[in-house]
């Protein structure tokens, strides 16, 4: 495949991982924080740890939107699906997640008409076919896929499709890293970018980390060279004490992002106030409504929402886990209590959260799994 | 976070203009290219897909100078090898 | 689980997150963590063989914080399986862990008996071979097949990877009111196409035609019957250290050729069901080993290629090594996975199989399913290795490594 092939080449990565090692000062340790849950897949589907040396570790952070949606949402959305004569629809990634009363899966054995789809416009074309039904769509993403669903309200809207609407659960991901960064007990030295979220945004927004933190950020994409060598870039920016915003990614991301892309989000959406992160809490300004003037696409003001708020279990360590501070498998309750069959925290929940992905991929220690697998 | 692929626009429908037929490995989909409103897309260039939508145009010239940056890595790693296993023979 | 409902209107709150908004205790590291869990029953037969440190391998690297952890975790995987649903979810039908939880905790608990503990593609049992399958799939009709050669075949197969010579077949209908007999008719003739093929009779049969709405269009159940060489034993418990994994051709063809038919997803593919008949296959590969070097046969079925291989490690305490270079999937399986975010490795087929021959056949195994047409794709994927047991483990083609788990369910496509 074009594009991808040329970004999984062992020979190249073995060339970087000495670059990588070079770079790195004997006695320090280092830590990278990729944002984005793409990339935690990366890492882990292609084994990618084994390139780097012992002095750096890769922190997973907070960038997978089905992780962070906190469970009393999942609740809204379980109750709006199962009003009568309501379709559900949503992405696969949702699924599996667990609210406060169970999963979609489970909603659906209980009943409810729930669909996964793989476009917005799909649930646009079920509300099309289905003029008698509510049709309700269940959008969640980062920037990258609140364009997707602001095009498909719009359409809505012009070709007069009366029985659709949005749930809308988009996050916005700039106050997410804000808030990590400022969370005291951080150490980190510097930042994997989100690449696809940047093709939306750009390249600009992340200028205060650099700026104002000291930290270099390098967007990079998905491929396994791409993450490898957005962590050289950061590595050769600490040697030379320098701190910027870099882009790896040009390829796909353009520095000033996609203009129209935001335009669309803006024209549908604003933010909240505040929106609730499962793990992270209360962030202010770091989620996406649709705007009055778009009221009757949005599902919030069309159906009763309990709103209630479901706290995160007791025992789960997933702020820390999202925050670099814990490994997933430092959490008490990774593995034995929370695995992903029941996940307890938002880590566990969607195979790109961070604790998910080391269970699925990475679980057990590297040394016996390079040994089994030498030939 | 966002699933992102690559695919390559086969056609652009002429009853559709914000749809492109676009093949990913022989895998084709109409894709809506109504975000990339003001870029020049034609058969043979690449975008990235996303939820249905191509989200950007994929920019060959940078993808080339991206892979450029990769093999001269790879060139000086094999140069510095071949270096090391001559003055270990020159040692020996 | 004790969960606080908090009520808050409008949304909650703004401003920083305490530790207590995050609903986080002090953070207590594990401990040695070497004790039992609290209502961890360990699966009796090998959780003791499994729990060992890896210092007792005779490695001298003492076990890191890290590695106590990892071992918890392994004993908790192997509890007994208790079914947490009150209702019946699509993931209890979708041949991952789920449904293997389910068929653990609920069929085996209640039918326990020694042909049925392994939970084989079929039992055998004084040189005769007795499986059974039911048929669902939506769309009855797709490229390459339909419900009724999938019936006929899938029983087949798992007669042929018990090291059977399948003979007859039992065919039940459970028909919906309305359902149209042309469609009958076709599927029929299908089936009985696929049973000239692997040359089977279907001897015996039954039909049940239920109200509108209770049933999708047609179910079908068939079992069968096929007798075993007594010489031959296959069991996903054999697999030994050096043995080497081959699968028949390349993988996912008929579960992507199905989610694509279903039409939801819009997307267009040159793909066709890689449904067949493989007792023809299965008998070549048989002749051209030598006597006990086939040691296990599955066919590739529900949760993939993935989900076998994960099924021998654990029934043989052994590890599975697979090269992802070396597992032939077509360009266009590839990239329908790529674009719904699934893994080929997890997808069905319905005429693919995984053989583990000992390393001094592994040869003439290949060679053998090579010369059958649907062998013709065949290739050497990995080998099973002694440590760590009970994993599956998976050199990238970039180099690195990882572990390949079962899924909790269905491969569902993702965004993100």
Redesign the interface.
Known sequence: ????D?Y?????????A??IAALCEPGRAYKFMEV???HTHTI????????LPPAVTLVHGP????CVIP?GRVDDAIHIAEQPGVIMTT???M??VPG?R?SF??A???GADI????????ALKIARENPDKQVVFMA???E??A??TA?TILRAKAEGIGNFSVFCNHVTIIPAIK?ILDSPDLRLDGFIG????S??IGCRPYGFIARDYGKPLVVAG?E??DVL?SVYQNLVQLAEGRAAVEN?Y?????WDG?P??LA?INEVMEL?????WR??????DSALRVTERYAAFDAERIFRIP??????????????VLKG???P??C?V???AC????P?GTCMV???GACAAY???????????????RT | MCLGIPGEIVEILSDHPDLAKVDVSGVRRAINIGLLEGEALAPGDWILIHVGFALSKIDEAEARSALDFLESIGQAYEDEIAALRESMIEQG | MSERMVPVPGGGPPGRTTREDLGLEPIDRPRSSTGAEPGGVCAATRSSARAEPVQERGTARPSSREEKVLERIERARRRKARVREDLITLAHGAGGKATRTLIEAVFLEAFRNPLLEPLADGAVADGIAFTTDSYVVTPLFFPGGDIGDLAVNGTVNDLAMCGARPAHLSAAFILEEGFPVADLRRITASMAAAAREAGVAVVTGDTKVVQRGKADGCYITTAGVGTVDPAVRLSASAAEPGDAIIVSGPIGEHGVTVMLARGELDIEADLVSDTAPLNGLTARLLDACEPGAVRCLRDATRGGVATVVNEIAEASEVAVVLDEDAIPVRPAVRGACELLGIDPLYVACEGRMIAVVAQRSADAALAAMRAHPLGAGAAVIGRIAEDPPGLVLLRTAFGGTRIVDVLVGDPLPRIC
């Open positions: 495949m074009r594009f991808v040329e999984r080449d062992a020979d190249k990565a073995r060339a970087l000495a670059r984005c849950g793409g882990y589907k292609h084994g990618l740890e084994d390139y960038g997978c939107p089905v469970m992405f696969g990634d699924m599996r406060g169970g899966l489970e659906m054995a209980r669909r996964m789809v793989y476009s917005p416009l799909d969640i993403g980062f990258t896929t364009p997707s095009m808030a989100p690449g696809h979220v093709t939306v998905f396994p060279l060598q790896q040009a390829r796909v991301v353009p996609n129209k892309a669309v909240r106030p505040h929106f609730e793990g992270l809490g209360f962030i202010s709103g209630g708020r479901v706290a995160d279990p007791q025992a789960c360590q997933c702020g820390e501070v814990l490994k498998w430092e008490k990774f593995g034995t695995t992903p069959e029941t307890i969607s195979s790109e269970y699925n991929f990475g679980r057990f220690s590297r040394d016996r799994v390079k040994e089994a697998t």
